[in-house]
């Protein structure tokens, strides 16, 4: 069983800042991949970064330079700190990693439960 918890969503005005992060936990033998993706209400799921565990990072066009993806290792979390923020941005976040479970097994993909951001004044 792996479990990814997420953390820091919330309201929040445009022009604001928000950290979000996410806990892995469970049969974790190695994470290869973590990130964000989010689905705003109506649309689909899309990529806003990741990181994969030598830190090579990939940003979402919209959120270059605004958004920032960070990730610990040994904790298995990975943090993704967001600046101004913008109406547009609101959604549901949803962490993600790509997990292998034993040296017997391959790379498997996560979720986590989602966590709303919503930038509004």
């Known amino acids: 069983q792996v479990q990814l918890v997420e953390s820091g969503g919330g309201l929040v005005q445009p022009g604001g800042s928000l950290r979000l992060s996410c806990s892995a936990s469970g049969s974790i033998f190695s994470i290869n991949f973590m990130g964000w993706y989010r689905q705003p209400s109506g649309k689909q799921r899309e990529l806003v970064a990741t990181?994969?565990?030598?830190?090579?990072?990939n940003y979402a066009t919209s959120v270059k330079g605004r958004f920032t993806i960070s990730r610990v290792n040994a904790n298995n979390t990975v943090t993704l700190q967001m600046n101004s923020l913008k109406p547009e941005d609101t959604a549901v976040y949803y962490c993600?990693?790509?997990?292998?479970?034993?040296?017997?097994?391959?790379?498997?993909?996560?979720w986590g439960q989602g966590i709303q951001v919503t930038v509004s004044s």
């Open positions: 990181i994969n565990n030598g830190g090579s990072t």
């Open positions: 993600y990693a790509t997990i292998r479970t034993s040296t017997r097994s391959g790379f498997y993909s996560y």
